[in-house]
Nanobody, 120 residues
Framework: QVLVVESGGGLVQAGESLRLPCKAS????????MGWYRQGPGKQRELVAS???????NYADSVKGRFTISRDNAKNTGYLQMNSLKPEDTAIYYC??????????????WGKGTLVTVSS
């Protein structure tokens, strides 16, 4: 079984920064793509950023130039660096790890989320 845990959320003011770690643990052979998603109040969950095992990244237009996704493969950990935060970034941020394990290949595992609140 794979466990994905996000952390680092909190209350910040507009213009400030936060860094969200995402740690995957368990019987993992490899982590393929890692992604950060968010769900704001009254909104659907949306992709924020993703990164492949080779380091290729993809960002939502709304966060380009402000957010940076990265990963440490040796630690099975991904990160989302969020700068110049805006009130509209307020959301629960979820991490998804696509993992190969002894039981199954290419399965998505989700964390329970971490709340980011940006005040104006």
């Amino acid at each position: 079984q794979v466990l994905v845990v996000e952390s680092g959320g909190g209350l910040v003011q507009a213009g400030e920064s936060l860094r969200l770690p995402c740690k995957a643990s368990g019987s993992i052979y490899s982590i393929n793509t890692m992604g950060w998603y968010r769900q704001g109040p009254g909104k659907q969950r949306e992709l924020v950023a993703s990164i492949t095992s080779g380091g290729s990244t993809n960002y939502a237009d709304s966060v380009k130039g402000r957010f940076t996704i990265s990963r440490d493969n040796a630690k099975n950990t991904g990160y989302l660096q969020m700068n110049s935060l805006k009130p509209e970034d307020t959301a629960i941020y979820y991490c998804k790890a696509n993992c190969d394990t002894a039981v199954v290949a290419g399965k998505d595992y989700w964390g329970k989320g971490t709340l980011v609140t940006v005040s104006s």
